[in-house]
Every structure is written in structure tokens, then in C-alpha cells.
Nanobody, 115 residues
Framework: QVQLVESGGGLVQPGGSLRLSCGASVSIRTIDAMAWYRQAPGNQRELVASVTRAGTTNYADPVKGRFTLTRDNAKDTLYLQMDSLKPDDTAVYYC?????????WGQGTQVTVSA
């Protein structure tokens, strides 16, 4: 069982930055892959960025060059640094973990980009 707790969401103006955190209840070294997804009202949940245990990252086209994934193995935490935020980035952001073919989700954190 893996529990994920997200934090760091909030209200930010266009062009601003936020850093989301996802703390895991187990060593993230034992997790095969982790990712951030987002879901805006009326839309399906979509992948934002992912990282494998080996460190291979993947970013969705809309966030390439603006968002950066990092991991702190000592803190068992995954981060999503979001820069140059746009109103279209407004959504609930969810952390996801794939461990031994089981998927785990956090409760989500709201990000609102508005002037």
C-alpha cells in the first residue's frame, strides 16, 4: 500500500510559479514510476509529467520547457516545479505511483492561474 499526499497548490497570477510536492508513505526507490496528472472541470484527467525509477522523465507537450520534475529520495518526495504558468494550467493536480502494477493516487491539490 502506498499513500500519497500532495501539497503546494494555490492561486497564482499568469506568468507566476508554484512547486507541488507529493510525499510517499514508502521509499520512492521502491516505486516503479511516479507521475503528475491534472484534471480541469469538464475535462478528462491528463498526464502532465512522469518519471521512472531509473530517472527517465516524460513531459506532456503543453508543459514542456515550463514544468520540471525532481525527486528527493531522502524525503521520499516528488516535486513538480511549474513556471510561466498560464490560465490553461488551472486544474486539480494529482500525484500517481505505479508500484508492482498497482496504481495509487493522492487526493489532489488545486492550482488556479488567474489575474
Amino acid at each position: 500500500q502506498v499513500q500519497l499526499v500532495e501539497s503546494g497548490g494555490g492561486l497564482v497570477q499568469p506568468g507566476g510559479s508554484l512547486r507541488l510536492s507529493c510525499g510517499a508513505s514508502v521509499s520512492i526507490r521502491t516505486i516503479d514510476a511516479m507521475a503528475w496528472y491534472r484534471q480541469a472541470p469538464g475535462n478528462q484527467r491528463e498526464l502532465v509529467a512522469s518519471v521512472t525509477r531509473a530517472g527517465t522523465t516524460n513531459y506532456a507537450d503543453p508543459v514542456k520547457g515550463r514544468f520540471t520534475l525532481t525527486r528527493d529520495n531522502a524525503k521520499d518526495t516528488l516535486y513538480l516545479q511549474m513556471d510561466s504558468l498560464k490560465p490553461d494550467d488551472t486544474a486539480v493536480y494529482y500525484c500517481n505511483a505505479d508500484r508492482a502494477n498497482f496504481l495509487y493516487w493522492g487526493q489532489g491539490t488545486q492550482v488556479t492561474v488567474s489575474a
